[in-house]
């Protein structure tokens, strides 16, 4: 069983368009997380949600949404896409609290 | 703010070999460490962690790390590389308070020669 997972895991899209890509973990966690993996490996964390309420929000675009329905779900929404955006975003989870965080396989996001 | 550095960005090492891979780290009060691991492709996976307690640590497939509050690092080790081990390896700390923020550093890739 797959505990933390991610659809799709390539994404290969024109300038312009808006895309999404979900995440679930089924671990029970009560929290969720959004990072963004660039050209050079570096990991940088975008949102966090406990109990589908937005915790942490860096410095990341507006055309960036995450939504939240349910604690097992944590899905990602970019509008406007630019290249820029081309990343592997990972989702993670974890119990609250500062507790490991077990990632998902990632998305590639390309962007044309 | 806290940072993490990891001065190595490439290591080859010799199947056999024993291997430490630096990790220092900046922040003001008891850091949460982590040691993540890589593989081409894929997500990250939990190699080990220092929450409190003995400063070694012993993780999964054989690594282990040493917390030096003194030397602000967390060094991974492992005695003896095998050729599987080739991959990405991040430190990370926790930031408590604000949220479950975890900063990492920018990786060590790791090559072992047969």
């Known amino acids: 069983d797959t505990a933390v997972s991610q659809t799709p895991k390539y994404l290969v899209t024109q300038m312009g368009n808006d895309k999404s890509i979900k995440c679930e973990q089924n671990?029970?966690?009560?929290?969720m997380y959004w990072y963004k993996q660039d050209s050079k490996k570096f990991l940088k964390i975008m949102f966090s949600?406990?109990?589908?309420?937005?915790?942490i929000n860096e410095t990341v675009p507006n055309r960036f949404s995450p939504k939240s329905p349910d604690k097992a779900h944590l899905n990602l929404h970019i509008n406007s896409l630019e290249l820029g955006d081309s990343a592997v975003y990972f989702c993670?989870?974890?119990?609250?609290?500062?507790?490991?965080?077990?990632f998902g396989p990632g998305t590639r996001l390309t962007v044309l | 703010a806290q940072s993490v550095t990891q001065p190595d960005i490439h290591i080859t090492v010799s199947e056999g070999a024993s291997l430490e891979l630096r990790c220092n780290y900046s922040?003001?009060?008891?850091?949460?460490l982590f040691w993540y691991v890589q593989s081409p492709g894929q997500g990250l996976q939990l190699l080990l962690k220092y929450f409190s307690g003995d400063t070694l640590v012993q993780g999964i497939k054989g690594f282990e790390a040493e917390f030096k509050r003194s030397q602000s690092s967390f060094n991974l080790r492992k005695p003896s590389v095998h050729w599987s081990d080739a991959a990405e390896y991040f430190c990370?700390?926790?930031?408590?308070?604000?949220?479950?923020?975890?900063?990492f550093g920018t990786g060590t890739q790791l090559k072992v020669e047969l």
């Open positions: 949600y406990n109990n589908k309420e937005l915790i």
């Open positions: 671990l029970g966690h009560d929290t």
């Open positions: 922040y003001g009060a008891t850091p949460y």
């Open positions: 993670a989870s974890s119990q609250e609290g500062l507790n490991t965080q077990y």
């Open positions: 990370a700390v926790g930031l408590t308070g604000g949220g479950n923020k975890l900063t």
